[in-house]
Nanobody, 122 residues
Framework: QVQLVESGGGLVQAGGSLRLSCAAS???????RAWFRQAPGKEREFVAR????????YYADSVKARFTISRDNVKNTVYLQMNSLKPEDTAVYYC????????????????WGQGTQVTVSS
């Protein structure tokens, strides 16, 4: 079974940057990979997604122009570069994968990582 493993989370001051990574172990040819986040007491929300074959991307309005999703097909890894971080970006960040076209709905994704904590201090 494919496992998705996130890394790169941590504590950063507002205005700082972090880069998250999500590596897939085992054979995995997803159509879509994405990042979601979940803050305490809130529902899991979509952050960004990327079409694995074509590289097309889509972002939530709240992170557009600050976050960049990318992929390395050889390493089977997806990244999330987060710049100009704000305290409201504090959450557990999850990577997800789907073998079909998937959008912003978390139920569209079959595979999930365990999450990595991102904390932005003011």
């Amino acid at each position: 079974q494919v496992q998705l493993v996130e890394s790169g989370g941590g504590l950063v001051q507002a205005g700082g940057s972090l880069r998250l990574s999500c590596a897939a172990s085992g054979p995995f040819s997803p159509y879509t990979r994405a990042w979601f986040r979940q803050a305490p007491g809130k529902e899991r929300e979509f952050v960004a997604r990327i079409n694995w074959n074509y590289g097309s991307t889509y972002y939530a309005d709240s992170v557009k122009a600050r976050f960049t999703i990318s992929r390395d097909n050889v390493k089977n890894t997806v990244y999330l570069q987060m710049n100009s971080l704000k305290p409201e970006d504090t959450a557990v960040y999850y990577c997800a994968g789907s073998l079909r076209t998937a959008d912003t709905d978390p139920t569209s994704y079959e595979n999930w990582g365990q999450g990595t904590q991102v904390t932005v201090s003011s």
